[in-house]
Nanobody, 131 residues
Framework: QVQLVESGGGSVQAGGSLRLSCAAS???????????WGWFRQAAGKEREEVAT????????YYADSVKGRFTISQDNAKNTLYLQMNSLKPEDTAMYYC?????????????????????WGQGTQVTVSS
């Protein structure tokens, strides 16, 4: 059973920066790299959306158009921690941010419903950006 714990959220003014962290534990030794890892967010009244992900095979990264050039996803394998560096924050970035891990094929890696059904999720960390 994989456990994920997010931290680093908070309130910031537009143009500011935050770094989210997601500490992972509980997976079988040697399987860490087999997971794809991602950050998702859900604003009030909206669907959960993919923000940035690292696909397990080839370690390719994906960013939603709305965050390209501003957010960076990364991992520290020695610390079993996933990060999301968020710069130039905008009010529309306000949401609950979740990290997730899942075994997934290329056919489903962009499928948020797949992640929700089969992935491991943290409890979320709130990011609020004021104008």
């Amino acid at each position: 059973q994989v456990q994920l714990v997010e931290s680093g959220g908070g309130s910031v003014q537009a143009g500011g920066s935050l770094r989210l962290s997601c500490a992972a534990s509980g997976y079988t030794y040697g399987t860490y790299s087999g997971y794809s890892w991602g950050w998702f967010r859900q604003a009030a009244g909206k669907e959960r959306e993919e923000v940035a992900t690292i696909y397990s095979y080839g370690r390719s990264t994906y960013y939603a158009d709305s965050v390209k050039g501003r957010f960076t996803i990364s991992q520290d394998n020695a610390k079993n921690t996933l990060y999301l560096q968020m710069n130039s924050l905008k009010p529309e970035d306000t949401a609950m941010y979740y990290c997730a891990a899942v075994h997934v094929s290329s056919d489903n890696v962009r499928n948020v419903d797949y992640w929700r059904r089969f992935g491991y999720w943290g409890q979320g960390t709130q990011v609020t950006v004021s104008s």
